[in-house]
Each structure stands twice: as C-alpha cells, then as structure tokens.
C-alpha cells in the first residue's frame, strides 16, 4: 500500500528559481516562489519545515535538483520522481500546476522514488566524468596542433616520437615566438639524432 500523507510539498524546479506547492489532504494549498540562490533555498528549507510537510517531492531536472535534496533529505523524506512518469500523470502546464500536480502525487503516494547515489558516490562520479572530458579535451587539441603543423608542411612527428615532449614544445614555443625554423632546430639537440634521442 502507498504511504499516506497529511501534507507534501511539491517543487517545479527551474535553473532560477523553484515554484514550490505545499498541499494538505483536505485540499488547501499554498505556493510560493523561490530563487534557487543560498538564500532562497533556506528560504524554501524553512517554508517546507514551517508547514510541517510529511514529504517532498521533485523531478530530476538536469543537476538543479541535487542542492535540494542535500539540504533536506536528512530532515525529511524527499522523493525524485522520474520525470518522464509525471509528466504523463500531469499533464503539465504551467509553473504552479506543475508543483501542485507533484505535491499531489506525492500525498497519494503515487510517485516511485528514483535512486539517488549519496553524495559522496555523486562527488566521485562527477571527478570521474570532469577527469574524462578534460582527457578528451586534450587529445582533441593534440590533434588539432597535429593537424595545423601537418597542414603547413612541417611534419614534426617524423622527428620526433612525441611533439609534446620537451624538444617538441620547445620547437612549437619557438614557432610562436617567430624563430626561423631553421634556428629552432639548430637549438634542439633532440633533432640533430633520431627519434630515439627524444626517448632517451
């Protein structure tokens, strides 16, 4: 059986602000507008705990959602919806018919809980995927200097076993200071062998 509620609290949260729906059994509601700034969120943090809601309930809105819950998940049960399910329940239309709509399904007990990773799990996650961009980041830029050099005939990685070693970012540094080439690889002892003078 679903859990009964006196009242919940519905949230439509935005990238702004989050419209907020306090609604009780008997079918008074409240709504208030919050801005999703520290301020606002204590703001809404008091509002919810004032009115004594029994639960509250969002959508996973891209990450706006994740400062919400971490305020108050430790006080009161907070439940992320799948967003996809409640807009079919909803119908959405509005800001404030979106959260009374949320607060209403959340006191029916209508909405199934996505599962939210503790924060610690989230914060390693989100190391994970910025480590992993910036990786790709640097090989996109990588190829990119690959492909200017080989654009203007200067194909430095026949010289070198990797440009961006030490005698490669010496010749490219040279480059952009406007040395000759020839200057610049009288200068770079690595270029005077082989490849295998830049490995050594």
């Known amino acids: 059986m679903p859990p009964e509620y006196q009242v919940a609290a519905?949230?439509?949260?935005?990238?702004?602000?989050?419209?907020?729906?306090?609604l009780w059994l008997n079918g008074t509601k409240i709504q208030q507008k919050f801005p999703r700034t520290?301020?606002?969120l204590l703001g809404l943090k008091d509002w919810i705990f004032e009115h004594n809601c029994a639960v509250v309930a969002c959508?996973?809105?891209?990450?706006?959602?994740?400062?919400i819950?971490?305020?108050?998940?430790?006080?009161?049960?907070?439940?992320?919806g799948n967003a996809h399910d409640i807009k079919v329940l909803t119908h959405k239309k509005?800001?404030?018919?979106?959260?009374?709509?949320?607060?209403?399904?959340?006191?029916?007990?209508?909405?199934t809980p996505s599962r939210v990773m503790p924060r610690h799990h989230r914060d390693f996650q989100k190391r994970v995927r910025l480590r992993h961009f910036l990786v790709r980041k640097r090989t996109d830029i990588k190829n990119r200097a690959h492909s200017i050099l080989d654009g203007e005939l200067f194909?430095?990685?026949?010289?070198?076993s990797d440009i961006f070693g030490v005698s490669g970012k010496r010749i490219m540094q040279g480059i952009v200071d406007g040395a000759s080439v020839d200057d610049i690889l009288r200068s770079t002892?690595?270029?005077?062998?082989?490849?295998?003078?830049?490995?050594?």
Do not use: N
Not at 69 to 80: E, G, I
């Open 155 to 160: 194909h430095l990685s026949r010289l070198l």
């Open 59 to 67: 959508e996973p809105t891209s990450d706006y959602w994740v400062c």
């Open 94 to 111: 509005t800001d404030k018919t979106d959260s009374e709509m949320i607060a209403l399904l959340a006191l029916k007990g209508m909405i």
């Open 10 to 22: 519905g949230l439509d949260v935005h990238k702004k602000f989050i419209q907020a729906t306090v």
């Open 69 to 80: 819950y971490d305020l108050l998940s430790d006080q009161v049960p907070m439940l992320v």
């Open 189 to 200: 002892p690595a270029c005077t062998g082989t490849k295998r003078s830049e490995t050594s």
């Open 38 to 40: 520290p301020d606002g």
